[in-house]
């Protein structure tokens, strides 16, 4: 057996384990929606550097033909180890609730083109974001879990009672195939975001979202960037339903660890200023720009515990992806994933299934 190699930390400085983001797009001008090889892998390079050491490659809403061709490249890279799994972030989604979706590639829940999807990705397709309201989104949730994906509900403007049907529906169907349990539940796709606000006489998805995490039956994702959401709520909604039940993700694209200016989020033009990106088009919000790292930091500066923050940046996510066995935390037999950060949560290092990345 070699000879361990041992690090002395300075005074202020700890290990963590490497972080896990369901929901991201890209990042140093890679970008995943584009299905352009090339500019994934230069992303996944950056997101695995940042400290990201797993995730998940998030597709746009895009023709048929662009999914495919995409989640085959993201399939192989899958296979390679460099991602942990594709999310769909559409096509089903509301027109209303669209956000910086494409909107001219919008459609109704279709089964023959999900099984077509769901062939293309050989297993590799992790969750699809879909809208409960449409029609014959109760089929593609049985579709979907049949097969071991996992539902997240967004991209909607249903209300309370849809939701929580629709939330429990896809409980059902992972439980009743397998895939249920701790280690596959529903998700909701950026609380608040692309969705109806909260209003006591129409509480919208937002009221059965957050009651269905409280019970454990659904983890919600927070873009817990500054931009996304108010310090505030993201401190109010751990308080809520807890840190068990909260997937801290970066819905970041291609711009995320570079400066302002022009970028594209798969087809669709998109500026950043001061840090926020917006869609040309309408001036919607168009993604993160932040790591989960920089999420992880600004969830404590709000005032959530520091323990708290780093499991739903850890270990929640590796339960929902099914990856306990592997990674999520520091534990002989796991994925020796590890990060080295300061007082600040500034990153230091950055160690990925045994190897310092430089």
Known sequence: MPAANI??????????????????HGGNGGDFPSGDEASARVAVDFLHRAGTTTLLASMVTASPEDLIKGIGIYANMTDEGLIA?????????????CGAQNPA????????????????GRGTITTMTYAPELPGADDLVDLLTNHGIIPSLGHT???????????????????STGFGGLSRRPTVTHLFNGMPPMHHRSPGPVAACLRVACAGNAAVELVADNTHLDPETVKTVFELVGAANILLVTDSMAAAGL?????????SPVT?????????????????????LDVLRRTTAAGVKFTDALKSATSVPAAVLDLTDEVGALRRGLRADVLIV????NLQRVMRAGQWLS
């Open 105 to 120: 590639f919008l459609l109704e829940p279709d089964m023959e083109l999900t099984s077509s999807l769901i062939e293309a």
């Open 7 to 24: 690090i002395s930390l300075p005074a202020g400085q700890r290990l963590i384990p490497g972080l896990i983001d369901v929901h991201n």
């Open 85 to 97: 799994g594709i999310h769909l972030e559409g096509p089903f989604l509301s027109h209303a609730r």
């Open 259 to 267: 400066a302002d200016g022009q970028y594209m989020l798969g087809p």
């Open 342 to 345: 300061d007082a600040e949560l």
């Open 157 to 175: 403007d249903c209300d309370t009672v849809t939701a929580a049907q629709s939330l429990d529906q896809a409980r059902e169907g992972l439980e």
């Open 272 to 292: 950043v200023t001061n840090g926020v990106a917006t869609l040309d088009a309408t001036g919607s919000i168009a993604g993160g720009t932040a790591t989960l």
